[in-house]
């Protein structure tokens, strides 16, 4: 065997690219939602990771999605009238006087996390955040002070701030406090030790509620003076919002604890707080904030853009979005209408999804177990099989309308099934397992294979020719269906998660090495193989090939890589939110499919589009200096910066890694001395246009 061949090069990226790529599950997007607000029945909104901002204008039917401007995760969202509305994320303040349509990026003069928003009218408001910060503006937004707090400038967390009247609000801490103000935030005093608190609300001036970790709920009637703790709520629970539409009704979400996954919950009391009854009639992700429009109807959002609704006051609660968290392993399609999608959610497997209209719509079908799935493979429209943990093999012939299960013989996890035939089939899975089936897979027989290491992916070429990759390296070649397998020379430290040939002798497998993605590349048969330049630094899950040039790579940070030239260059071709991608299926040369994370299924119909730069606005010419660069770089221009120029700094992955927001000078300057050594893009963002320049770092 001949000894592997480095190519080493590094490939800059630049960040202002865009591509075809389009959601498809969970609709209208995937990014986890962290707050939610109605300012009438019909008009709601939605913000959350990746600068996601959401409106309806049909009580939650259907959901747009809003440009917001930023990358930051959204934390909190509050509409003091129909038109004015601001959302806190980051640093960052965003506000909209046009009911969304747009949004300005105001200065908050601080560089602390924001996690909470509240206005009394359109024109005073209270943001809060971490390290004791507590800002208030009487303009709109314009301005913000910062007031005083006992915990001003130490590392408290502040979560929630809720004002009752213009002089008397409420402020929780994510380090053991409540906080009152009487005078408008002018001075603010401890009125309670606590725990772990994420949420606050009152329904009078007297009466009060916090929630928080480990069950926590408390209860004021005295104006906050004392809090008295409900002890009946498990300590399991983690409760992150709490809202009530009247004086006696209320409900509060969050998660249950049960190691190592979440499941949301909801609890409602009609009682004023006394008793909180679990509402266990649906299985749903981890939910951030709840919000009731009148005493029927209301929202919960939380994780992998799961949004639900009731109209019975909680008795019965309906799905509009929901992304299973641990997400679509694989993803596969027999004909260019018919998809499936499989994968599991917290603990609770068995996810199959299906598609018979080229993924516009996808629905859930029963796979009849709770396992997670890893791998699905169809020899035709009807018949498939599908592979996952604890030896689990389901088999369909009848479009997934059925599921059989498969003995395996196994308690070994499987990871990868591939049929190079209707009837002959190998899987591979965890301690070296490999197994075959000669009759389509109603039996499976265990194949000897001295290897103890576990093996991710399984393609064969023909019914004889095969090959198995997994972790330490391995790659497993057999010309004899199986029977013997040899073990071909790899680096000990790849790990290999994906191998494709498109003929005998060429093929890819992608993997990552300490953390950093990797793609290799045979031409004879797996005797040799190659390390191939790919630009980005993140783990590969999955490979895939259309013809004998062009091929796809995805993986972690929601990377998707495309060559044109057999592997001898890659351009990354996401602009997608930073959800991990699993598994990459093309049905013909223009139209593909990626599962992964938070139950993701994206689709393109041109070939996940071109590479292309984004050209700068010709009135936007900026000088960078200078570069490279070690502590700080200037941006420099001939007149003053337009109002609201953001300038962020993102890695060769289009990782955001430095931003910040300057107003009217004529050059910026940041300080870069914390960013590792390498290559960079800074954009520069103003209304009159975009550019992007590179930078380095040394």
Request: proline letters at 2%; hydrophobic letters at 35%.
């Given at each position: 065997?001949?000894?592997?061949?480095?190519?080493?090069?590094?490939?800059?990226?630049?960040?202002?690219?865009?591509?075809?790529w389009?959601?498809?599950n969970?609709l209208?997007?995937?990014?986890?939602?962290?707050?939610?607000?109605?300012?009438?029945?019909?008009?709601?909104?939605?913000?959350?990771?990746?600068?996601?901002?959401?409106?309806?204008?049909?009580?939650?039917?259907?959901?747009?999605?809003?440009?917001?401007?930023?990358?930051?995760?959204?934390?909190?969202?509050?509409?003091?009238?129909?038109?004015?509305?601001y959302?806190?994320?980051?640093?960052?303040?965003?506000?909209?006087?046009?009911?969304?349509?747009?949004?300005?990026?105001?200065?908050?003069?601080?560089?602390?996390?924001l996690?909470?928003?509240?206005?009394?009218?359109?024109?005073?408001g209270y943001?809060?955040g971490?390290?004791g910060?507590?800002?208030?503006?009487?303009?709109?937004?314009?301005?913000?002070?910062s007031?005083?707090?006992?915990?001003?400038?130490?590392?408290?967390?502040f979560?929630s701030?809720?004002?009752?009247?213009?002089?008397?609000?409420?402020?929780?801490d994510?380090?053991?406090?409540?906080?009152?103000?009487?005078?408008?935030?002018l001075?603010w005093?401890t009125?309670?030790p606590?725990?772990?608190?994420h949420?606050?609300?009152?329904t009078?001036?007297?009466?009060?509620?916090?929630?928080?970790?480990?069950?926590?709920?408390?209860?004021?009637?005295?104006?906050?003076?004392?809090?008295?703790?409900?002890?009946?709520?498990?300590?399991?629970?983690?409760?992150?919002?709490?809202?009530?539409p009247?004086?006696?009704?209320?409900?509060?979400?969050?998660?249950?604890?049960?190691?190592?996954?979440?499941?949301?919950?909801?609890?409602?009391?009609?009682?004023?707080?006394?008793?909180?009854?679990?509402i266990?009639?649906i299985?749903?992700?981890?939910?951030?904030?709840?919000?009731?429009?009148?005493?029927?109807?209301?929202?919960?959002?939380?994780?992998?853009?799961?949004m639900i609704k009731?109209i019975?006051?909680g008795?019965?609660?309906?799905?509009?979005?929901?992304?299973?968290i641990?997400?679509?392993?694989?993803?596969?399609?027999?004909?260019?209408?018919?998809?499936?999608?499989?994968?599991?959610?917290?603990g609770?497997g068995?996810?199959?999804?299906?598609?018979?209209?080229?993924?516009?719509?996808?629905?859930?079908?029963?796979?009849?177990?709770?396992?997670?799935?890893?791998?699905?493979?169809?020899?035709?429209?009807?018949?498939?099989?599908?592979?996952?943990?604890?030896?689990?093999?389901?088999?369909?012939?009848d479009?997934g309308?059925n599921?059989?299960?498969?003995?395996?013989?196994?308690?070994?996890?499987?990871?990868?099934v591939?049929?190079?035939?209707?009837?002959?089939g190998?899987?591979?899975?965890?301690?070296?397992?490999?197994i075959?089936?000669?009759?389509?897979?109603?039996?499976?027989?265990?194949?000897?294979?001295?290897s103890?290491?576990?093996?991710?992916?399984?393609?064969f070429t023909?019914?004889?020719?095969?090959?198995?990759?997994?972790?330490?390296?391995?790659?497993?070649?057999?010309?004899?269906?199986?029977?013997?397998w040899?073990s071909?020379?790899?680096?000990?430290?790849?790990?290999?998660?994906?191998?494709?040939?498109?003929?005998?002798?060429?093929?890819?497998?992608?993997?990552?090495?300490?953390?950093?993605?990797?793609i290799?590349?045979?031409?004879?048969?797996?005797?040799?193989?190659?390390?191939?330049s790919i630009?980005?630094?993140?783990?590969?899950?999955?490979?895939?090939?259309?013809d004998?040039?062009?091929?796809y790579a995805v993986?972690?940070?929601?990377?998707?890589?495309?060559?044109?030239?057999g592997?001898?260059?890659?351009?990354?071709?996401?602009?997608?939110?930073?959800?991990?991608l699993?598994?990459?299926y093309?049905?013909?040369?223009?139209?593909g499919?990626?599962?992964g994370?938070?139950?993701?299924?994206?689709?393109?119909?041109?070939?996940?589009?071109?590479?292309i730069?984004?050209?700068?606005?010709?009135?936007?010419?900026?000088?960078?200096?200078p570069?490279?660069?070690?502590?700080?770089?200037?941006?420099?221009?001939?007149?003053?910066?337009?109002?609201?120029?953001?300038?962020?700094?993102?890695?060769?992955?289009g990782?955001?890694?430095?931003?910040?927001?300057?107003?009217?000078?004529?050059?910026?300057?940041?300080?870069?001395?914390?960013?590792?050594?390498?290559?960079?893009?800074?954009?520069?963002?103003?209304?009159?246009?975009?550019?992007c320049?590179?930078?380095?770092?040394?």
């Open positions: 065997m001949k000894k592997i061949i480095y190519i080493l090069s590094l490939t800059l990226v630049s960040f202002c690219s865009f591509s075809q389009t959601w498809q969970p209208p997007q995937g990014n986890s939602l962290m707050s939610t607000q109605f300012i009438d029945a019909f008009t709601g909104y939605a913000v959350g990771e990746y600068g996601t901002i959401l409106k309806t204008i049909d009580g939650g039917t259907s959901w747009s999605t809003l440009s917001s401007g930023t990358s930051f995760r959204l934390n909190s969202v509050y509409f003091p009238d129909a038109n004015t509305g959302a806190v994320g980051g640093n960052t303040v965003l506000k909209t006087i046009n009911g969304g349509t747009n949004w300005t990026t105001l200065s908050s003069g601080t560089t602390n996390g996690l909470s928003i509240f206005f009394i009218d359109v024109n005073t943001t809060v971490c390290n910060t507590i800002l208030k503006t009487i303009d709109g937004g314009t301005s913000w002070s007031l005083l707090s006992i915990f001003t400038g130490s590392n408290e967390q979560n701030v809720f004002f009752i009247n213009a002089n008397i609000g409420y402020i929780v994510g380090c053991g406090a409540i906080l009152k103000t009487i005078d408008g935030g001075n005093t009125c309670f606590a725990g772990l608190l949420s606050i609300i009152f009078d001036i007297n009466t009060g509620y916090a929630v928080g970790d480990a069950g926590t709920i408390l209860k004021t009637t005295d104006a906050g003076l004392t809090w008295t703790l409900n002890t009946s709520i498990p300590s399991d629970y983690y409760l992150e919002s709490v809202y009530f009247d004086a006696y009704t209320g409900y509060a979400v969050g998660s249950i604890y049960n190691s190592p996954f979440l499941k949301g919950i909801i609890l409602k009391t009609v009682d004023g707080g006394n008793n909180w009854i679990p266990t009639n299985t749903i992700n981890s939910l951030n904030s709840v919000y009731f429009t009148d005493a029927n109807t209301g929202f919960a959002v939380g994780e992998g853009g799961t009731t019975n006051g008795t019965n609660w309906t799905v509009l979005s929901y992304g299973n641990r997400g679509n392993s694989s993803i596969y399609f027999p004909d260019s209408n018919t998809g499936y999608a499989v994968g599991g959610h917290c609770s068995g996810i199959i999804l299906k598609t018979m209209n080229g993924g516009t719509n996808w629905n859930l079908i029963s796979s009849g177990i709770f396992n997670d799935l890893t791998s699905v493979y169809f020899t035709s429209t009807n018949t498939g099989i599908i592979v996952g943990v604890n030896g689990t093999i389901l088999k369909t012939t479009g309308i599921w059989n299960i498969i003995s395996s013989g196994l308690n070994f996890d499987l990871s990868s591939h049929f190079p035939d209707d009837n002959t190998f899987a591979v899975g965890t301690n070296g397992t490999i075959k089936t000669i009759n389509g897979g109603a039996n499976w027989t265990s194949l000897s294979v001295t103890n290491k576990s093996l991710k992916s399984v393609y023909n019914i004889d020719t095969g090959f198995a990759v997994g972790s330490g390296g391995i790659i497993l070649k057999t010309i004899d269906g199986g029977n013997n040899d071909l020379i790899c680096d000990s430290n790849y790990n290999l998660n994906s191998v494709y040939f498109t003929n005998s002798d060429i093929g890819y497998a992608v993997g990552s090495t300490n953390f950093t993605g990797i290799i590349k045979t031409i004879d048969g797996g005797s040799t193989w190659i390390t191939l630009g980005t630094i993140n783990g590969l899950g999955s490979v895939f090939f259309t004998a040039n062009t091929g993986g972690a940070y929601g990377t998707i890589l495309k060559s044109v030239n592997g001898i260059s890659w351009d990354s071709i996401s602009n997608i939110p930073n959800t991990g699993c598994s990459i093309f049905t013909d040369a223009n139209t499919y990626v599962a994370f938070q139950g993701t299924i994206l689709k393109t119909s041109n070939g996940g589009g071109n590479f730069e984004e050209s700068a606005s010709p009135k936007s010419s900026y000088n960078l200096f570069n490279p660069a070690t502590n700080k770089i200037t941006i420099s221009n001939n007149r003053k910066l337009p109002e609201d120029a953001m300038i962020s700094i993102f890695n060769i992955n990782e955001l890694k430095l931003q910040n927001i300057f107003h009217n000078q004529n050059q910026a300057e940041l300080d870069v001395s914390d960013l590792p050594k390498g290559f960079y893009v800074v954009k520069i963002q103003t209304k009159e246009g975009v550019e320049k590179k930078l380095v770092v040394d």
